[in-house]
């Protein structure tokens, strides 16, 4: 009795100093073995336990529990809370935890971390040849519906990256299965619970797994590559585990999956402007169909005449970005400006988008090229695999060059260059490319030593990537708080998950899928660019880019950007127009090519949008219709002001029958879910009325494919 007595005396003073939260919810640590802390949701019976790690340290298993606490906060971005608790483990004196817990003022979602230190040194190990650490656990026994949210189903015939919901059926738990993530969520009639892991899990491969049991326990494991074996935990040489969230709210999966949106786009990331809704220009469609279509190398437009010219149009447009893709550089690595095709080191397209209040962005990847400093100094630090180099090969007809390991000490050098960038041409939106999350097994670098086996050294790279390129972005960011930094995530093999999410943003479609996506071995049979197949003005492209627009429900739109086709006729227009305002935002093409009417109908949408954006951006979306339906109907309205858009796509066609002579469609009916302002603007054969609740009773006339746009909240 009389231990027990003095534990739950412990136990006591832990709780009454520990407590974390806001309106919405309360962590309490009771540091127990089946909790270490509780999530409380506020005015409401609901708790949840959050079981502690456990770690397999020196080759016996370490439960994260302390002997004694010492706790400090600080106040963030975003008025964001940090609360970092910490001490010695129990058993383990040399030990120290520390969980770091961030919530927001208006959201039920608690994001954390765990950081294991220790001051003579200890090592994590692997006796069974695998992965020991579990994370966190959770008992689901009181929620009789569990669904999986996968973030990275890659579909070859949209060449896209895709989110998916998959029902977890009881008999899952029944056999101890194990399912991937990074969302698992569990509804019962009063409440839905959410778990989620920052991560960019490419599947197959499952670096971090929830593993379910009968009970209906879940426990968030390691599943590999997250360290290695005899990996050392010394003074500075600490193990950061990814951060987790987890989230509860009085309503259904849809109801959290609005918090969780609400949080990834508000509090997740300290660079709130990679959240901003601009839009976006980019130079690499034209340099693509003058090298298709032309016979041109992809770098003849890439100089100062053709730069100006499009600046001017973009401007007119009323794009905010202006990004000039590959090319401007003189080589990779160093990132000088091209003084054969900017002899002013883009001085002079500085001082034009300056005068345009346009945001200068530029093209990069993780290369350097043979005769670069940056390589001379990062020699040890090339990409290998078994101790052969990749490369060096041409880079858009620029020198040859090597790619980099971002898990290396190469990540500072990176960094620096882009900020000297940002002072010495004034760019803040860095769009990387090409940077695939498989590949290097050299020792040596931050993914594994001579001790740890190849396989540990290359499952520990594809593991910490995302991390390191975050890294990058966060100093980038601290140094220029305006920047922005988006990854090309248009191929396979890229690390696609919420980890990158909590730095920057995505760039997720370029022209979609290739000819070989369909099995179709003649390249570019009926024309294309090369091999691939959408990149004509009309319905078609616009359908297939916004099936990015899945994301929506958990993840933000605005953290995917698209490039839609401005090019006439005003049908095709409409179509693009109508799906970038739902979030996507981008646009690229032929700007000098695009009529005057062309020019002037995307700056007088533009203008309206620009009204309502930030209400498009922060409304979850509503949705009737699976995309390329018939209508397709896209709901953008905030509920808090009534300000947003509705759209309706008729995208059907006969391919028989030429879209100019088209002359088939009908009338659709729609009554929006949210109360309207109602300022409104609309296109042509669209009639709004009002219902007396507030919401618009939308009829749109159809006589073939078209897009109806309207925007509530606008002055025109």
């Given at each position: 009795?009389?231990?027990?007595?003095?534990?739950?005396?412990?136990?006591?003073?832990?709780?009454?100093?520990?407590?974390?939260?806001?309106?919405?919810?309360?962590?309490?640590?009771?540091?127990?073995?089946?909790?270490?802390?509780?999530?409380?949701?506020?005015?409401?019976?609901?708790?949840?336990?959050?079981?502690?790690?456990?770690?397999?340290?020196?080759?016996?298993?370490?439960?994260?529990?302390?002997?004694?606490?010492?706790?400090?906060?600080?106040?963030?971005?975003?008025?964001?809370?940090?609360?970092?608790?910490?001490?010695?483990?129990?058993?383990?004196?040399?030990?120290?935890?520390?969980?770091?817990?961030?919530?927001?003022?208006?959201?039920?979602?608690?994001?954390?971390?765990?950081?294991?230190?220790?001051?003579?040194?200890?090592?994590?190990?692997?006796?069974?040849?695998?992965?020991?650490?579990?994370?966190?656990?959770?008992?689901?026994?009181?929620?009789?519906?569990?669904?999986?949210?996968?973030?990275?189903?890659?579909?070859?015939?949209?060449?896209?990256?895709?989110?998916?919901?998959?029902v977890v059926e009881d008999r899952y738990f029944d056999n101890n299965l194990a399912v991937d993530g990074p969302i698992l969520v569990a509804e019962n009639d009063a409440y839905t619970f959410l778990m989620a892991y920052e991560h960019g899990s490419q599947l197959p491969d499952r670096y971090?797994?929830?593993?379910?049991?009968?009970?209906?326990?879940?426990?968030?494991?390691?599943?590999?590559?997250?360290?290695?074996?005899?990996?050392?935990?010394?003074?500075?040489?600490?193990?950061?585990?990814?951060?987790?969230?987890?989230?509860?709210?009085?309503?259904?999966?849809?109801?959290?999956?609005?918090?969780?949106?609400?949080?990834?786009?508000?509090?997740?990331?300290?660079?709130?402007?990679?959240?901003?809704?601009?839009?976006?220009?980019?130079?690499?469609?034209?340099?693509?169909?003058?090298?298709?279509?032309?016979?041109?190398?992809?770098?003849?437009?890439?100089?100062?005449?053709?730069?100006?010219?499009?600046?001017?149009?973009?401007?007119?447009?009323?794009?905010?970005?202006?990004?000039?893709?590959?090319?401007?550089?003189?080589?990779?690595?160093?990132?000088?400006?091209?003084?054969?095709?900017?002899?002013?080191?883009?001085?002079?397209?500085?001082?034009?988008?300056?005068?345009?209040?346009?945001?200068?962005?530029?093209?990069?990847?993780?290369?350097?090229?043979?005769?670069?400093?940056?390589?001379?100094?990062?020699?040890?630090?090339?990409?290998?695999?078994?101790?052969?180099?990749?490369?060096?090969?041409?880079?858009?007809?620029?020198?040859?060059?090597?790619?980099?390991?971002?898990?290396?000490?190469?990540?500072?050098?990176?960094?620096?260059?882009?900020?000297?960038?940002?002072?010495?041409?004034?760019?803040?939106?860095?769009?990387?490319?090409?940077?695939?999350?498989?590949?290097?097994?050299?020792?040596?670098?931050?993914?594994?030593?001579?001790?740890?086996?190849?396989?540990?050294?290359?499952?520990?790279?594809?593991?910490?990537?995302?991390?390191?390129?975050?890294?990058?972005?966060?100093?980038?960011?601290?140094?220029?708080?305006?920047?922005?930094?988006?990854?090309?995530?248009?191929?396979?093999?890229?690390?696609?998950?919420?980890?990158?999410?909590?730095?920057?943003?995505?760039?997720?479609?370029?022209?979609?899928?290739?000819?070989?996506?369909?099995?179709?071995?003649?390249?570019?049979?009926?024309?294309?660019?090369?091999?691939?197949?959408?990149?004509?003005?009309?319905?078609?492209?616009?359908?297939?880019?916004?099936?990015?627009?899945?994301?929506?429900?958990?993840?933000?739109?605005?953290?995917?950007?698209?490039?839609?086709?401005?090019?006439?006729?005003?049908?095709?227009?409409?179509?693009?127009?109508?799906?970038?305002?739902?979030?996507?935002?981008?646009?690229?093409?032929?700007?000098?090519?695009?009529?005057?009417?062309?020019?002037?109908?995307?700056?007088?949408?533009?203008?309206?949008?620009?009204?309502?954006?930030?209400?498009?951006?922060?409304?979850?979306?509503?949705?009737?219709?699976?995309?390329?339906?018939?209508?397709?109907?896209?709901?953008?309205?905030?509920?808090?002001?009534?300000?947003?858009?509705?759209?309706?796509?008729?995208?059907?066609?006969?391919?028989?029958?030429?879209?100019?002579?088209?002359?088939?469609?009908?009338?659709?009916?729609?009554?929006?879910?949210?109360?309207?302002?109602?300022?409104?603007?609309?296109?042509?054969?669209?009639?709004?009325?009002?219902?007396?609740?507030?919401?618009?009773?939308?009829?749109?006339?159809?006589?073939?494919?078209?897009?109806?746009?309207?925007?509530?909240?606008?002055?025109?």
């Open positions: 009795m009389k231990r027990i007595f003095i534990f739950l005396f412990i136990t006591a003073a832990l709780r009454a100093d520990t407590r974390i939260g806001n309106d919405m919810l309360q962590v309490e640590i009771t540091n127990l073995d089946e909790a270490l802390w509780m999530y409380h949701l506020s005015k409401s019976d609901f708790t949840q336990n959050i079981a502690p790690p456990v770690l397999e340290i020196n080759g016996e298993p370490v439960t994260g529990l302390w002997t004694r606490i010492d706790k400090s906060q600080q106040m963030l971005y975003n008025g964001i809370i940090e609360t970092t608790i910490s001490g010695p483990v129990k058993g383990h004196g040399d030990v120290h935890l520390a969980l770091k817990v961030r919530v927001s003022q208006d959201n039920p979602v608690v994001r954390f971390q765990y950081v294991l230190s220790s001051e003579n040194g200890v090592e994590l190990t692997k006796t069974a040849g695998a992965d020991r650490i579990r994370y966190l656990g959770a008992s689901l026994a009181s929620f009789p519906r569990v669904t999986q949210v996968r973030l990275t189903e890659y579909d070859e015939l949209v060449h896209c990256y895709l989110p998916a919901e998959r971090v797994e929830f593993q379910l049991d009968k009970s209906r326990d879940v426990v968030l494991n390691a599943g590999k590559g997250n360290y290695w074996g005899g990996q050392p935990i010394k003074g500075i040489a600490t193990y950061e585990t990814l951060w987790f969230d987890v989230a509860a709210v009085q309503g259904d999966k849809e109801a959290i999956a609005a918090q969780f949106r609400t949080h990834v786009l508000k509090y997740m990331s300290p660079n709130l402007t990679s959240r901003e809704p601009y839009i976006f220009y980019n130079t690499w469609n034209y340099q693509e169909r003058n090298q298709a279509w032309n016979g041109k190398p992809y770098l003849a437009s890439m100089n100062l005449e053709r730069m100006l010219k499009e600046i001017d149009i973009a401007h007119e447009m009323g794009i905010d970005v202006f990004v000039i893709d590959t090319g401007w550089y003189q080589k990779t690595g160093d990132w000088q400006v091209s003084l054969e095709r900017f002899p002013d080191t883009l001085q002079t397209v500085r001082a034009k988008l300056d005068e345009y209040d346009m945001k200068l962005g530029l093209w990069f990847n993780a290369m350097a090229a043979t005769s670069s400093d940056i390589l001379q100094k990062n020699k040890d630090n090339i990409v290998r695999w078994n101790g052969d180099t990749w490369g060096p090969r041409a880079v858009w007809e620029t020198e040859d060059s090597y790619p980099m390991c971002f898990v290396s000490s190469f990540w500072e050098d990176y960094a620096d260059e882009l900020i000297r960038l940002v002072d010495e041409v004034g760019v803040t939106y860095f769009k990387w490319d090409a940077i695939g999350q498989y590949g290097c097994n050299e020792p040596g670098h931050f993914h594994g030593d001579e001790s740890a086996t190849p396989q540990e050294r290359s499952e520990n790279y594809s593991f910490l990537l995302a991390r390191y390129m975050g890294k990058v972005i966060d100093k980038l960011c601290a140094a220029c708080p305006e920047a922005i930094v988006d990854f090309d995530i248009t191929e396979g093999e890229r690390a696609v998950g919420l980890q990158f999410l909590a730095s920057g943003k995505y760039f997720i479609i370029n022209n979609g899928p290739y000819y070989q996506s369909f099995d179709d071995l003649q390249y570019a049979p009926g024309g294309g660019m090369g091999a691939n197949v959408f990149v004509w003005p009309g319905p078609a492209r616009a359908r297939l880019c916004r099936e990015a627009l899945n994301y929506d429900k958990w993840i933000p739109s605005v953290l995917f950007l698209t490039h839609y086709l401005p090019d006439d006729p005003l049908t095709s227009q409409y179509f693009n127009i109508g799906s970038l305002i739902l979030g996507q935002n981008g646009i690229w093409g032929d700007l000098p090519s695009i009529s005057e009417q062309g020019i002037q109908t995307f700056k007088e949408t533009m203008d309206l949008y620009k009204q309502v954006k930030y209400d498009i951006t922060s409304a979850p979306p509503v949705r009737k219709s699976r995309i390329g339906g018939v209508p397709e109907i896209h709901e953008k309205i905030n509920p808090e002001t009534g300000k947003g858009a509705v759209v309706l796509f008729f995208s059907y066609k006969s391919p028989w029958i030429k879209l100019a002579d088209a002359d088939f469609g009908g009338t659709f009916e729609y009554v929006t879910e949210h109360a309207v302002d109602q300022n409104l603007w609309t296109n042509e054969n669209v009639d709004v009325n009002f219902d007396e609740h507030g919401r618009a009773h939308i009829k749109a006339t159809f006589h073939g494919p078209e897009a109806k746009i309207l925007f509530f909240g606008v002055n025109e």
